[in-house]
């Protein structure tokens, strides 16, 4: 494979009006895409997905070459650790997008399925039809395998997409676009079903948040700065999610060896993922486990931030990197090594802690106790809500839709992580006999 280059000189002039017009095309062609695609069978799209899975499968080594390239730069800007994490092209992650696209392939395709059929007095049937949402923008910074995961699910579920990356991965997309263009080409589909916008210029996400005729949907995936940049000038509607503020909570019947395993992967497993835990909550009557809960996260170097209670608990237990924890605490999405941690009184007070400072992201409590298991999955307010398992699984992967576009903490159209159906929309359709209305 020779991947397309990515060249500045080549790119449109530094002109708002360039910009526009430029951004204004991509929207005509997507939505001219998006009709071909919402009349697609389900046998093309499968080929064009299997085929970006043989392509990227076999081009591998050479991916991760020009991922290389996105790391040197990212270094020398003195990105951090856990950006360098979500820009890296590691084989796990490019295995990872190969499995996404095969399993997307194999899911139902949900596009014109008709449901909820039911005969009125008057003779009409009435059903409702699933159909795409039609064009998609998507925005997404140091995640090259967003192109992958995003192009896959809105191809599936019929829509066209616009993909806006960052320019910190702009060697990595250019090669991912040039091989879901040969997939789809494969398959007889549009290429311009998935189109990668060519300018980083900030000019051009300001034009694609804002282009109600030609766009249908925004789904952002980046940093708070951007979520909230796109929540307060957005006029195309938006899945979004602004914080991962997760928490684990240690009931008084929680099984100990379950509680160490679930907080150190919970916390430990990535540091700079939107599942991954915050903030540990432990019922006062549960409180002789922390010290062991203590002792696991300092031996992988995890700043603990602990109030009061707990932080005497920790101390009395000598346990060292213990700092007292502020307010601001317990609303802070590190995305590092660093963990606030608090004794509570009990369920209630877990659940309300939880629904006062948490982003309704993913929450989970262990515990053996099957009615406080049944009021936390009830009564905490969070789009996924787990049982003695790791926040880290609350992922379109792990979750069994092939992949995610992105996870949501609204409460309309689609919530928690979001594969194809979250891309899809019901239509009421309705079969009559020569019915008119009385």
Same mark, same amino acid.
């Given at each position: ?31 001219? &895409? ?12 499968? %080929? ?9 499968? %076999? ?40 499995? *996404? ?14 449901? +909820? ?18 064009? #998609? ?7 090259? +395998?967003?192109? #992958? ?46 189109? $990668? ?17 030609? $766009?249908?949907? #925004? ?30 909570? $240690? ?32 019922? $006062? ?31 009395? &237990? ?37 629904? /006062?400072?948490?982003?309704? /992201? ?31 699984? &609350? ?37 009559? /006999? *020569?019915?008119?209305?009385?």
């Amino acid at each position: 494979m020779q991947p397309i280059r990515f060249e500045p000189a080549a790119l449109l002039p530094a002109k708002t009006m360039d910009i526009q017009q430029y951004m204004q095309a991509l929207g005509q062609r997507a939505r001219n &895409a998006s009709r071909a695609m919402a009349r697609a069978d389900s046998a093309a799209k499968n %080929r064009a997905l299997l085929a970006i899975a043989d392509a990227i499968a %076999r081009d591998a080594s050479r991916l991760k070459e020009i991922n290389q390239k996105d790391l040197a730069r990212a270094r020398a800007n003195g990105n951090d650790a856990a950006f360098i994490d979500r820009l890296t092209l590691s084989d796990k992650a490019l295995q990872t997008m190969i499995e *996404g696209l095969r399993q997307i392939a194999a899911l139902p395709d949900p596009i014109g399925e008709i449901t +909820n059929v039911r005969v009125r007095p008057t003779g009409i049937q009435v059903g409702q039809m699933r159909v795409p949402l039609g064009v #998609i923008g998507i925005i997404y910074e140091s995640r090259p +395998n967003v192109t #992958i995961d995003a192009a896959a699910l809105c191809l599936k579920s019929g829509n066209a997409t616009i993909l806006r990356g960052g320019s910190e991965a702009i060697e990595s997309n250019t090669a991912l676009a040039a091989l879901i263009a040969e997939g789809l080409a494969s398959a007889g589909l549009p290429g311009e079903a998935v189109q $990668v916008v060519a300018t980083p210029d900030r000019a051009a996400v300001g034009e694609l948040i804002t282009m109600t005729a030609h $766009v249908d949907v #925004i789904v952002p995936r980046g940093g708070k700065s951007l979520i909230e940049r796109l929540m307060r000038d957005a006029r195309v509607p938006m899945i979004k999610h602004l914080d991962g503020i997760c928490h684990v909570y $240690v009931d008084g019947r929680a099984d100990p060896v379950k509680a160490n395993a679930i907080c150190d992967n919970a916390k430990t497993h990535r540091y700079g993922t939107c599942n991954t835990m915050e903030t540990l909550l432990v019922d $006062v009557a549960a409180q002789a486990l922390l010290p062991e809960l203590a002792r696991t996260m300092r031996s992988r170097q995890v700043e603990l931030r602990a109030c009061e209670r707990s932080y005497a608990v920790l101390e009395a &237990a000598g346990i060292d990197g213990i700092k007292h924890a502020v307010e601001e605490d317990w609303s802070t999405e590190y995305l590092a090594p660093v963990l606030a941690v608090k004794i509570v009184d009990g369920l209630d007070a877990a659940i309300d802690h939880i629904n /006062h400072y948490g982003s309704h /992201h993913t929450d989970a409590i262990v515990s053996e106790d099957y009615s406080a298991t049944m009021r936390f999955l009830r009564e905490v307010d969070s789009a996924s809500v787990m049982v003695n398992a790791s926040t880290r699984f &609350a992922d379109g992967f792990e979750y069994g839709l092939g992949a995610e576009i992105g996870i949501s903490n609204d409460k309309l159209h689609a919530r928690g992580p979001v594969g194809l159906e979250g891309l899809t929309s019901l239509k009421y359709v309705v079969f009559g /006999h *020569g019915e008119v209305r009385q």
